[in-house]
């Protein structure tokens, strides 16, 4: 049995929504602090505009950055006309994530630039070229932001420490063994 050309790039964009669609979520998510709404709009016009170009985004590496690039540059920086979630919306979107409630607040200290730095640098791993391209800057520009981003919440985190806040919880975790880990090889 032979595939048509139209069957081949169905396949293919049915594997590139499979290869990316969750964490693409879970970064928007994290990157609109909890805005399921938005996130999912957010992800999903990503994804489509990503499965247009599956053939030209078959490093899954580059795409996965490209995509978050998509998204990034799709997040309102402002207050929208739409009904945005509450507070307690947010937080109980996150909270089956893993973020806590000193970690939400510390997360919600950080402009969108900033977690989606923090996210895709500390949390997803995201290697120098591909940070460049989700922030949309040169090298240095980039690996400063995610600096700069850590920096903060680390900052943040440890005034909530001060007034006696509960444990970070999974997610501030492992931002924290990354920096930690960073900071042991860097001396």
Do not use: C
């Amino acid at each position: 049995m032979t595939l048509r050309a139209s069957d081949e790039e169905g396949i293919l964009r049915a594997a590139f929504r499979d290869a990316h669609g969750a964490r693409l979520n879970g970064f928007a998510l994290l990157v609109t602090l909890g805005d399921q709404v938005l996130a999912a709009s957010l992800a999903a016009d990503a994804l489509g505009a990503g499965t247009r170009q599956a053939d030209v985004l078959r490093h899954p590496e580059r795409a996965a950055a490209w995509l978050r690039a998509r998204v990034l540059k799709s997040t309102p920086r402002r207050v929208s006309r739409r009904k945005a979630p509450t507070d307690e919306g947010r937080r109980a979107a996150l909270a089956a994530v893993g973020v806590d409630d000193l970690t939400y607040s510390t997360l919600a200290s950080l402009t969108v630039e900033e977690r989606a730095a923090l996210v895709a640098s500390s949390l997803e791993g995201f290697a120098p070229i591909d940070m460049e391209e989700i922030l949309g800057s040169g090298p240095r520009i980039a690996r400063r932001r995610a600096s700069e981003a850590r920096l903060k919440f680390f900052e943040q985190r440890g005034a909530g420490d001060q007034a006696g806040s509960p444990p970070i919880g999974p997610l501030g975790s492992r931002v924290r063994e990354i920096v930690d880990q960073a900071l042991t090889r860097s001396r």
